[in-house]
Each structure stands twice: as C-alpha cells, then as structure tokens.
C-alpha cells in the first residue's frame, strides 16, 4: 500500500504528530517489538504459525504477502509465486485460509495486461486448490483498473472477490454495478489512503453513515461480504442488518487486521459469528508496521516512551 495515514476519520493532535514524525527515529529493534503484534514474522514457517493459532482458535485467515513498490515486471511474477507457495501450503496444511493481494504488486501500474495475466495464473493456481483470492483496494488512481481487472477475471473464476472502500464517493454506484456483473464477492472496509475530498468523504460520521448504507446494499442484493472493520458501531450496525435480513452463518464473515482490538475480536467471535484475520507477513514488515503506528498513535507512544527511557537510563545501568 501506498501513502497511508490516518484518513480524516479522527482528530490528531498535535502531541500525536510530533510522536510520528520522531518515529523514525526509533531504532529497528525497537518498532520490531512493537510489530510482533502486527506482523506475523518474516518467513513462511512464522506465517503457518499463526494462522494455525487462529484456526485452533476458530478464526479464519487471510494472508497478504507485504511488498512496497514494484519496479520491474519480474518482480510481479515473483509476487505471485511466493503467493503460489503460500496457496500450497494452505493446500497442504489443510488451513482455513486464503490469500490478499494487492495489485499495484502484480505490475498495475507498470503494464495492465501484464497484471491480468499474473492474476489469471495466480486465480487459477487458487481454484486448483480450492482457495479464494481476495483483490485489495489501493488508492483512488487504482479503483476503476482494479474493478476492470476484477470483473474479468470473474468472467472465468468464482474463487475471486473485491474491495470497496465506504469513504469513497463512487463506492455505492460501484457496488451496484459489480452486483449487477453478477460478482458480488465483497470486503468492505473504510478506506485507508489519504483523498481529496471531491473523491473521498472526510467526515468520520458521513464514512460510518456510507459504510452502513453500501453495507446493506450488498447484504439486501445477496452479495457476500466480509465486514472489515475495527468499529464498534459498525459491527453493531452489521449485526443488525444480519438480524434483519436472516443472514445464515455462511453468508457473511467480519475481518479484523492481525493485532488490533483482539477483544472485539473474541466478542464477535463469542457472539457466533465467522470471522477471518488479515494476516501480513515478509521482510517489508519495517513500513507496514510504521503505517500501523501512524494509524493509532497511541501505540507509537510506548515506542517513544520506550526510546527516552532508553536513552535517559543512568550510565552503567543495563
Ligand atoms: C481485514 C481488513 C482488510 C483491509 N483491507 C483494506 C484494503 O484493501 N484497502 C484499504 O484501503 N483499507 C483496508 N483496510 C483498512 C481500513 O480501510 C481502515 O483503514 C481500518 O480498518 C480502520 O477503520 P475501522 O473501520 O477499523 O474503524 P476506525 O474507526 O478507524 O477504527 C476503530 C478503532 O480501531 C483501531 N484501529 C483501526 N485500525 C487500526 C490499525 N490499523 N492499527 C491500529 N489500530 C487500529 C483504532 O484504535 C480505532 O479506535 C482493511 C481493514 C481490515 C480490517
């Protein structure tokens, strides 16, 4: 993903600003600490770990390789085949799992063409083994070559879903028309990238109020969703069109990011719901996990408390 922070959704003050622009300053060692709760490793093996904890726990997983820029296109198919690898050991393993992948890592933005073929092999790859691949959202620029891309590959493959994002202005006329394409396989999440505002809601009230709405336009039209949200208002909101629509356990899962709010996460999962963790794992943990803690400042403080104390211990103390 790309330029993330905090979208307009809350206010930050200005003691939580000064905390992430000194967080790069924080030695590696010490964000890693912190990114345990985030990520879950760097190798495969870590990876497996995890999501074999959740599926004894009852959760699902989905798993989302991190990658920054891409810059050539054999870094595409290198994508894929370490996703192919990860599809394997799923397959193997016996898990309840599947894959996120993000699109702009399989060569969107270097060559379209090249990008459907990564991901035709890689869709195929999955129904081999009868996995799912969920599409990411990435920023505004990428919506209408993703759904593109998306809508074609439905055209072959039903082991294939999307993701819109509710603080984008287009997202209820998209939803209706993938809906109408007869491919509505969704995650819906908020949206993390920053917009303008022609482009993307800012107010945190009017985002709730569109995730509600695109919410039971997919629900009501018996599209699958995977509610992916962090808010408790909105699971609130959720569960009641659940209720209202008589949504069977199978129609509908809730998502929640590895690390974040695990209290909701047993609440929901208490309540009988199915529910999936997204899963990030690989050696580009170091910029994933400072996004993290761009997002909710109040963990980046204990890294920053913990980088003073560090260095204000007396001399000779260890
Ligand atoms: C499974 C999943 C997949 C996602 N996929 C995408 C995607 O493809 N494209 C995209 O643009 N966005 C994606 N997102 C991010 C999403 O768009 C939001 O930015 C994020 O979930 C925060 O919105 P919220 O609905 O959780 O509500 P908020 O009201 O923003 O958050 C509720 C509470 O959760 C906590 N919280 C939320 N997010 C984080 C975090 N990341 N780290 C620490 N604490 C946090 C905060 O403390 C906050 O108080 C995904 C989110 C989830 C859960």
Redesign the pocket.
């Known amino acids: ?1 790309r330029v ?1 922070e ?2 307009g ?2 206010t930050v003050s200005w003691f939580d600003k000064l905390v992430v622009m000194t967080l790069p300053l924080a030695p590696k060692p010490l964000v890693k600490r912190f990114a345990r709760r ?1 990520v879950a490793g760097e190798t495969i093996e870590e990876m497996l770990g995890t999501v074999r904890r959740f599926n004894r726990e009852g959760m699902m997983a ?1 798993i989302d390789v991190l990658g920054e820029f891409i810059h050539h296109k054999e870094e595409a198919r290198a994508a894929a085949s370490q996703y192919k690898e990860i599809l394997a050991a799923i397959a193997r393993e016996r898990l309840d799992a599947n894959i ?1 992948v ?1 699109l702009s890592q399989m060569g969107l933005l270097l060559d379209k063409d090249l990008c459907y073929e990564v991901m035709n092999d890689l869709v195929a790859t999955a129904a081999k083994h009868h996995s799912f691949v969920r599409i ?4 505004s620029p990428c919506t209408s070559d993703t759904i593109a891309i998306y809508l074609k590959l439905r055209k072959q493959y039903d082991n294939v879903g999307i ?1 819109l ?1 509710a ?1 984008l202005r287009r997202t209820l006329g998209d939803a209706r028309e993938i809906i109408k394409a007869g491919a509505g396989h969704f ?1 819906l ?5 920053i917009e303008p505002r022609p482009v993307a809601f800012r107010d ?1 009230k009017l985002i ?1 109020k569109n ?1 509600a709405l695109v919410l039971e336009e997919m629900l009501k039209n018996g599209a699958y969703v ?1 509610i ?5 208002e ?1 699971v609130w909101e959720a569960m009641r069109l659940i209720d209202q629509y008589r949504l069977k356990r199978d129609e509908y899962e809730f ?3 590895l ?3 695990e209290e909701l996460r047993d609440i929901i999962v208490g309540g009988g719901h199915r529910l ?3 899963v990030p794992f690989g050696k580009d943990w170091y910029a994933y996990c400072v ?3 761009k ?2 400042p ?2 980046a403080r204990h890294i920053i408390k913990a980088l003073f104390r560090r260095r204000s211990a007396p001399i000779g103390r260890k």
Do not use: F, P, W
């Open positions: 993903m993330q905090k979208n959704s809350g985030y989905t996120s993000k990411d959202m990435e920023d993701v994002q603080y995650r999440c908020k949206g993390i990238y945190h709730n995730y995977g992916a949200t962090h808010n408790e909105l998502q929640m990011l690390g974040v709010d999936r963790v997204y996004r993290r803690l997002e909710n109040s963990i």
